[in-house]
């Protein structure tokens, strides 16, 4: 049997669990107590788990968040969704093909109170935002309750495992998220006052400014705050090509969800399409965990992410093709090839430029928007509310620890238990936290050859200071006033004393030193190294690349160590020639030949680009309708089905609307779907009260 | 301003809903030029996707029932007739009686509704358990079952009834609010909008919830005013419950509620407030959910893991006495009403729509005089209706 688990990384404990034995399709297969259905088949190498009722095409993960409904599979005869259930010892798994048939219940139901509730304040989202707000609130004694559906705190952080940007002194910067996850969450268990329900899932912010949820799965909650902070974060914005809802084809936070949280492998050859922080930051990801990343496509002519991370991906051998877009996601009932193109200034693909490459699975990364409907709707029912972190505006998780500080202690001022003003430079510490990439400078490497020389590698204007904290003798410099300005080492070939603190502690591992002590024609190269250390050993001979990802030549590795107090970056010293010392900025870890181009491309016929991945609506049925003069996404929604699925419109509203640009209708000409409750699907005996799922029988 | 530069129709239809839409197909089919003006940006954007699609006959007064009938011809046979899939299905009705006194209720309609031919009979619990094998049979004594009523999409009708009336001519002006009816003479002449003026002989009433402000524009008064009801969806599961089923017996806070699994294998639900909750007020209420799902999952403890997808609140457009008001002004000539469905407008759509065509060209049918007597304007208003 394959075995698609992580069992080694640089960065994550691989975590002793007991093994689970379940059936798929009568099978017997192994899965890890804990671990969700969907970990648990994809550790098994089943990534189709049903058909679609519609047009009986395939269905496997592809948010892996509890909101799209693609993933149903019937777990003992409930329909559920697959990367929400945890598998249990002796389960039968089947396949949602078509629609599920509704177990029978022979016992009449009895009923309890559903809960009823007044809080202070209430919190939705356990990520960086509502974390920090809540902590400030605890601080004070308020009474909050803070609900998050997921299984533990944190949000996102616990996906992201590597060092954070930002400001040190004001979140936790130079610190992987999973780690603040952990801090933020201690420093809240500190606070009595604070309730917090995990597994818990808003379903709607209701007209009688009462707040509906789904408590830990299995009981309804009517809560009415006094106050409301909607932190429920961001969602991932798709993008329309053919096959783009084949199996395979997933979001980042899918994709980051599956590797960095549940620690299988999802993919062997993984694409990524759109280069964003969260698309080059799961590259990253996808290399560290041993997944080989064939290239990234971008249609703007540079990434839209921080350059660091950016290079982070060349210098390890990943090649990006910015002015690219991807045309089609090839293969029968899984992803075998990607084909793509460059693309003019128009943005439209320019014939006989078309590529493809061989690869088993496709990531998504167009950028996020905003959840703010229950801020909205909270807004138009005259709750006092606030948003923070990236339900108000998207932004780096710095912004939003950081935002979430402010609108705790908003809160706190509204509700009388806070009295002193909010310093002035909190607001200006979040703008810069929140700005985007500023200039960027072409790199200039240090004129000397002689002693030691840190070469910084990072050239764009982004918020991030870690490394002015590094130097034993506080020679790399970052202007305090603005973060933002690109660092310089102050200092001369003679001050270095080779601690190798900032090559092993830049969050953008943008450092190297050259030594040239020893010998200045082959000085020594100190490089930083986030893999496992099983991967590279001294004496090696690697492929050094510079930042942009050129290849310098093969050189001899001298050493692969940890440095002391390090948190584990490893540091490999290379030998390299004078020549290209400077230059170097990482170390290749992909087999050349995945990169390469197949010899020809792969044309994709078929009209199969899904707008509404729930309904399973095509671009082309859309776009006919909007052409015969439709202007109401109602009536859209009417006619084709797009939006009436189970996740509510999450995923294809912004295609709609970008299909609606295409056709060069603006936007006051439209008309949005009306948003209703509820977030997502809830059994109805829950909201009855009902007690137990005893006495299910099956047909 | 000139009036005969205006452009001019010969009805002007204000609401594009479920009484507006086939009002204007039957008119532009009856060669009459229609012009139906609506705020809303698209057909059916009011009350008409706030409904589930229920569609019965079995009323309790000869004017619903006939024009229900009617409207089950339509519904039933459009299809074959126009090809658009309205999701029609003839899953009939099964009024549940709980205790003896839905019984009495129940039975006592069942008269009515025999003399004027409909299929409709009484099941006792077991037999009805042979139509709904999913109900708790420790809460129901027998119940009503009427095999021919069903159900359809109303938003794919409305949508039908739209694009066809477009074939026939109508012409639809959507985000335009009527400001004016213009009246000389005590006669009908035009209709002004925030963005044009339009001449007619013939102003049709069909705005649903907003039938008395419609009608305050012409300075007529009608009795008509909405209370709100709850609804929702669910997801969609394989087929295991055929009929609609209502369940009249009060519950705290709520008279009847009712609920049917549609053709793509949604429950679609709905219940009725006790008391009623008057007003325009459209936003999601936390009651709504526990109060119907408890009621739902008692009566049929199936329901308990079916997932809710979807709510919404919609209004009725009430009258005193809970029948629709159709028929000419007597105040001001070319005035007609189409208003006051009671949150029926769905299933007598089709029939009240042909009917204002009828009335429009004057040539009704025998049956229709009955009709618009029980329907008439300026009825008294006295009377209560059975069976909502």
Not at chain 1, 154 to 174: E, M
Not at chain 1, 394 to 408: P, T
Not at chain 2, 284 to 310: C, G, H, Q, Y
Request: some cysteine; hydrophobic content about 40%; overall charge negative.
């Amino acid at each position: 049997m394959s075995d698609y688990r992580i069992r080694q990384h640089p960065i994550l404990p691989i975590p002793e669990r007991e093994p689970v034995e379940f059936y798929w399709r009568g099978k017997k297969y192994t899965a890890l107590a804990g671990e969700t259905i969907a970990s648990a088949l994809f550790a098994n190498g089943e990534r189709v788990f049903g058909h679609h009722h519609k047009d009986g095409s395939p269905l496997g993960i592809f948010c892996a968040n509890g909101q799209c409904s693609q993933c149903m599979v019937l777990a003992d005869g409930m329909p559920v969704k697959a990367c929400m259930e945890l598998v249990t010892a002796g389960q039968h798994v089947e396949p949602a093909d078509g629609l599920p048939e509704l177990p029978k219940v022979t016992s009449s139901p009895s009923f309890k109170p559903i809960i009823e509730r007044k809080v202070q304040v209430l919190i939705i989202g356990g990520g960086p935002s509502g974390l920090s707000a809540a902590i400030e609130l605890g601080k004070r004694g308020v009474e909050v309750l803070l609900v998050d559906d997921k299984h533990r705190l944190g949000g996102k952080l616990v996906l992201q495992t590597h060092r954070f940007f930002g400001s040190t002194k004001a979140v936790y910067a130079g610190t992987r998220g999973i780690d603040i996850a952990t801090r933020l969450e201690k420093d809240l268990s500190e606070h009595s006052s604070v309730e917090i329900w995990l597994n818990s899932t808003v379903l709607a912010v209701f007209s009688d400014k009462k707040v509906g949820i789904l408590k830990q799965g299995h009981d309804y909650a009517v809560i009415e705050p006094e106050v409301l902070l909607v932190a429920s974060g961001a969602r991932e914005k798709f993008l329309a090509f053919k096959g783009n809802a084949l199996p395979g084809v997933y979001g980042a936070g899918a994709f980051q969800t599956l590797v960095n949280r549940d620690l299988v492998r999802p993919a062997e050859k993984l694409f990524i399409v759109g280069g964003g922080n969260v698309g080059l930051i799961a590259g990253y990801h996808a290399l560290q965990a041993g997944i080989q990343v064939v290239g990234l496509v971008e249609a703007l002519s540079e990434c839209g992410g921080y350059k660091v991370h950016r290079d982070k991906l060349a210098r390890m051998g990943v090649p990006i093709y910015t002015s690219h877009t991807i045309l089609s996601a090839n293969g029968e009932d899984k992803v075998e090839s990607v084909t793509i193109a460059q693309v003019g200034p128009d943005y439209k693909p320019i014939p006989g430029t078309e590529k493809s490459f061989e690869c088993d699975s496709v990531l998504i990364a167009v950028g996020l928007d905003p959840v703010n409907e229950f801020y909205l709707k909270a807004k138009e029912y005259g709750l006092n509310c606030f948003v923070g972190g990236d339900a108000e505006e998207i932004a780096e998780a710095s912004a939003a620890i950081f935002s979430g500080k402010i609108r705790g202690m908003e809160i706190a001022r509204a509700l009388g238990v806070e009295t002193a003003e909010i310093p002035v430079e909190w607001y200006w510490t979040s703008e810069i936290l929140k700005s985007k990439p500023g200039t960027t400078y072409s790199e200039e490497l240090p004129e000397i050859e002689t002693g030691v020389v840190p070469v910084i590698h990072c050239t764009q204007e982004i918020p991030c200071d870690p490394c002015s904290g590094l130097c034993s003798h506080g020679l790399i410099y970052i202007d305090r006033r603005d973060i933002r300005s690109v660092p310089t080492f102050l200092g001369n070939s003679y001050c270095c004393e080779v601690c190798e603190k900032c090559v092993a502690g830049c969050p953008g591992l943008a450092i190297t030193l050259v030594n040239y002590r020893e010998n200045p024609d082959l000085p020594v190269v100190s490089i930083p190294y986030e893999f496992t250390r099983q991967t590279l050993q001294a004496n090696d001979r690697v492929s050094v690349l510079d930042t942009e990802g050129a290849e310098l030549g093969q050189v001899d590795v001298l050493s692969v160590h940890a440095i002391e107090n390090n948190d584990r970056t490893l540091v490999v010293e290379v030998n390299a020639p004078r020549e290209i010392a400077q230059r170097i900025a990482g170390i290749n870890v992909q087999d050349e030949e995945v990169t390469q181009p197949l010899d020809h491309y792969v044309a994709h016929i078929a009209d199969d680009t899904i707008v509404c991945r729930c309904e399973h609506v095509t671009a082309g049925e859309v776009r006919s309708l909007i052409r015969a003069g439709y202007r109401d996404m109602n009536e859209i929604k009417t006619v084709s089905r797009a939006g009436m699925g189970a996740c509510g419109g999450k995923t294809c509203v912004s295609l709609i609307l970008r299909l609606f640009r295409e056709e060069g209708i603006t936007r006051e000409e439209i008309t949005e779907y009306s948003k209703r409750p509820v977030f997502i699907e809830v059994p109805l005996g829950i909201l009855a009260g009902a007690n137990g799922q005893e006495n299910t029988t099956h047909e | 301003m000139n009036n005969s530069t205006l452009p001019h129709y010969d009805v002007i239809v204000i609401g594009a809903g479920s009484i507006g839409a086939p009002a204007a197909f039957y008119l532009a089919q009856a060669g009459y030029k229609v012009l139906v003006l609506d705020s809303a940006p698209s057909v059916g954007q009011t009350s008409n996707k706030r409904a589930i699609g229920g569609i019965r006959a079995t009323h309790s007064d000869p004017a619903k029932i006939r024009l229900s009938l009617r409207s089950i011809e339509i519904f039933s046979t459009w299809k074959e007739r126009f090809g658009d899939d309205i999701e029609w299905s003839e899953g009939g009705y099964v009024f549940v009686a709980r205790g003896e006194h839905e019984e009495k209720t129940l039975k006592n309609l069942l008269v009515t509704q025999k003399s004027f031919g409909l299929n409709i009979d009484w099941l006792d619990k077991q037999q009805l358990l042979q139509v709904v094998p999913d109900l708790n049979p420790a809460k129901i004594i027998g119940g009503t079952f009427s095999p021919q009523d069903g159900n359809a999409s109303p938003l794919l009708a409305v949508h039908a009834f739209y694009s066809h009336a477009i074939e026939y001519g109508a012409v639809f002006q959507f985000n335009e609010k009527v400001q004016e009816i213009i009246v000389r003479g005590g006669k009908v002449v035009g209709v002004k909008t925030d963005r044009a003026e339009y001449g007619t002989d013939v102003v049709l009433n069909a705005a649903g919830a907003h039938a008395s402000e419609i009608a305050q524009l012409a300075g007529l008064n009608v009795p008509v005013k909405p209370d709100s009801h709850e609804a929702a969806i669910t997801e969609a599961v394989a087929p295991f419950l055929k009929p609609m089923i209502v369940d009249i017996q009060p519950g705290p806070g709520s008279s009847n509620y009712y609920f049917y699994q549609h053709l793509t294998g949604q429950i679609i639900f709905c219940i009725t407030p006790s008391p009623n909750i008057w007003g325009f007020d459209t936003e999601e209420t936390s009651s709504f959910l526990p109060m119907v799902a408890k009621r739902m999952v008692d009566l049929m403890p199936r329901l308990k893991n079916i997932r809710v997808r979807r709510t919404w609140r919609g209004l009725y457009p009430m009258t005193p006495d809970g029948a629709p008001i159709v028929g000419f002004a007597k105040e001001i000539e070319g005035y007609l009403y189409a208003v006051g469905m009671c949150g029926q407008g769905f299933m007598l759509g089709p029939g009240v729509g042909e009917l204002t065509a009828r009335l429009v060209s004057g040539q009704l049918y025998p049956t229709d005089q009955e009709i618009l007597d029980i329907l008439s304007p300026y009825r008294q208003f006295a009377g209560q209706e059975l069976l909502k």
